[in-house]
């Protein structure tokens, strides 16, 4: 039987105003609620109250690792720096990867993920294909010194994440486990109460091709996802772009003054055209120092990821840069550009003949320049961020658009990290072959806070019952005297019985203190026993989540709460709603 918990007794210091810098309503709901408090940039300490909640919902990530068969280990932190040489990441990480020395000069970092770590446990050991599959996970607090760390648990530099690497000998064998690991995470998402879709996504630093973001789906969600109702989805920052820029048509090429002109905007509105008519260039260069020209439609913008993908290690060149090369900042286009430079174009725009463009002359703009006449393009490719009003890439029709937070990631990596760090086994036709790995990630703190983000109102947090600190508080409205306070104890002590998590607000604050604090800090049923009610025999019960109260036959509490809590015990993430005809 679980123990009642006691208000009086607990360190939930709650906040009635709104902390500061808080911006998002997880960021300030587990601030006020008591749950944690920040000691620097992206860096927390969870209270008890959020430790419950952290444990809870760390619970269900590894109970779903443990019913597909991949087996808890856990790694260290810190890792060797020579693992992240060998595969090449140490010098490709940026300064997310945060760097130590130890007294005898020997370099490490603090682990933003664990692919060099566990190649290197495995490789030497995992000898056989008879040994594979093989799927390893462990939840451990993971540090990128994030340039931008914000929204509280959402972006922190530490944070809590459960990651998993598997090992196989063959593509059909990693499907299965991605599979698997998919499945996992989607009911993870279920048990945590999250409205959620899958979507298609980029690999990131992580490596690999195949690759999909569970987000939980909110308002303020920092990803932009694209989706169409015939299912498919795609986090905007990678997904396939596929746009309709419009012709300004012209009998000729015409040079045209466009004083002041300088934006898409701008020109369009010059030129009474749209946006969509208008050609935008970006001038970059790539690691060799190449110089690109890229063109997009102009109701589009160039994506930094296909634009590396097409010419890696590209950045757009500073003001100086563009100056020496001769390039008009604001009245870039292809005609006349010099010849080193290298034209790619987006796809769409193959099928414009004719482009409304800069005229590489500051203060003048072509109109009617004809492609393959007038200018070339040396290469065409999908380069801009998708947005919706775009085609959806399965099905043609057009894409919405929603905002969500990526909650976790599943990878398929391939060799990445096998290959580089010779992690082999032996195959069944007798060669040595690299692993093929998978790599999967949940934020166990960031999923946390997404639970707020998509379950609180002005007032507070909407716990699911999956992971709420608590599952019923019993509020006596006084204490101290000899009627409310002890049919409250033997209410919450029978409640308790049920194996439900019970606490009891037994502090000596007024009835209005006690609300509010129930209800910001969420708990999912409040069951709240006056001297009143208990004249006329009745307690009240209120369902946190829609804030609607009943009454209750005191005599018979525990016979009306009991189906709930059988529910509550069966996984039921809002068991409570049935006391409520939901
Ligand atoms: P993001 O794109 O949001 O920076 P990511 O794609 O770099 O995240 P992964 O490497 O896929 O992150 O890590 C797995 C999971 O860890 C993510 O899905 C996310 O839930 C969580 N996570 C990543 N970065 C952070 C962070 N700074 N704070 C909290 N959780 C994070
Ligand atoms: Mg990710």
Request: hydrophobic content about 40%; proline content about 5%.
């Amino acid at each position: 039987m679980n123990t009642v918990m006691r208000m009086s007794r607990m360190y939930a210091p709650t906040l009635r105003e709104d902390p500061s810098d808080a911006e998002l309503a997880s960021h300030r709901l587990l601030l006020r609620a008591g749950m944690m408090r920040k000691n620097a940039a992206g860096l927390y300490t969870f209270l008890p109250l959020g430790m419950r909640v952290l444990n809870k919902v760390e619970a269900i990530v590894n109970g779903e690792m443990d019913a597909i068969g991949s087996e808890q280990i856990l790694m260290p932190f810190v890792q060797p720096a020579d693992l992240w040489h060998e595969s090449g990441r140490w010098d490709d990480y940026g300064p997310e990867l945060a760097r130590l020395k130890d007294r005898h000069g020997v370099e490490y970092c603090l682990g933003p993920t664990h692919e060099e770590l566990i190649t290197s446990v495995v490789r030497n050991e995992l000898r056989s294909y008879k040994q594979l599959p093989v799927c390893l996970y462990q939840t451990q607090v993971k540090f990128r010194d994030e340039i931008r760390p914000r929204f509280g648990l959402m972006r922190g530099r530490e944070f809590l994440m459960k990651d998993a690497y598997s090992f196989h000998a063959t593509q059909e064998s990693l499907q299965e486990t991605y599979d698997d690991m998919s499945g996992a995470y989607g009911r993870i998402c279920d048990r945590l109460g999250l409205e959620w879709r899958p979507v298609e996504a980029d690999s990131g630093q992580i490596g690999g091709k195949v690759t999909t973001e569970f987000m939980a789906l909110a308002e303020y969600g920092e990803a932009e996802i694209v989706h169409c109702e015939c299912g498919y989805a795609a986090d905007a920052e990678a997904g396939e772009c596929i746009c309709a820029p419009s012709m300004n048509e012209c009998e000729s090429m015409q040079k045209i003054s466009t004083p002041g002109v300088h934006t898409i905007e701008e020109l369009a509105t010059f030129l009474n055209i749209p946006e969509s008519a208008c050609m935008k260039a970006l001038s970059g260069k790539d690691a060799e120092g190449r110089l690109i020209v890229f063109f997009v439609p102009g109701d589009h913008e160039l994506n930094d990821i296909k634009a590396n993908r097409e010419a890696p290690g590209f950045e757009l060149l500073t003001d100086e840069e563009m100056e020496s090369y001769g390039l008009p900042k604001g009245s870039m286009g292809p005609v006349g550009l010099p010849d080193i430079a290298f034209v790619m174009a987006d796809r769409s725009l193959k099928d414009i003949p004719q482009w409304t463009v800069g005229a590489n002359e500051d203060g003048y703009h072509l109109v009617g320049a004809r492609l393959g006449v007038d200018f070339k393009v040396d290469a065409w490719a999908d380069l801009c961020t998708v947005k919706p009003g775009d085609a959806c890439p399965k099905c043609g029709k057009t894409l919405m658009g929603a905002r969500g937070i990526e909650v976790s990631q599943v990878f398929q990596l391939g060799t990445k990290y096998s290959e580089s760090m010779g992690a082999t086994f032996m195959d069944e036709d007798g060669t040595e072959k690299p692993f093929i790995m998978g790599c999967y990630g949940v934020g166990v703190s960031r999923s946390m806070a997404s639970v707020v983000e998509q379950r609180h109102d002005d007032a507070g947090i909407m716990w699911p019952a999956t992971v709420a600190p608590a599952h019923v508080c019993v509020i006596p409205l006084t204490v101290g005297d000899d009627l409310v306070q002890p049919a409250a104890e033997e209410i919450a002590a029978a409640l308790a019985e049920l194996g439900l998590e019970v606490v009891i607000d037994d502090r000596n604050e007024r009835a209005g203190v006690k609300f509010a604090d129930a209800d910001l800090i969420g708990w999912p049923l409040q069951v709240v026993v006056g001297k009143r009610g208990l004249a006329d025999g009745k307690v009240e019960l209120k369902l946190r989540k829609t804030g609607v109260k009943r009454d209750a036959e005191r005599a018979s509490i525990v016979e009306v709460i009991a189906p709930a809590a059988e529910d509550l015990l069966a996984g039921a993430v809002d068991p409570f709603d049935r006391l409520f005809d939901l």
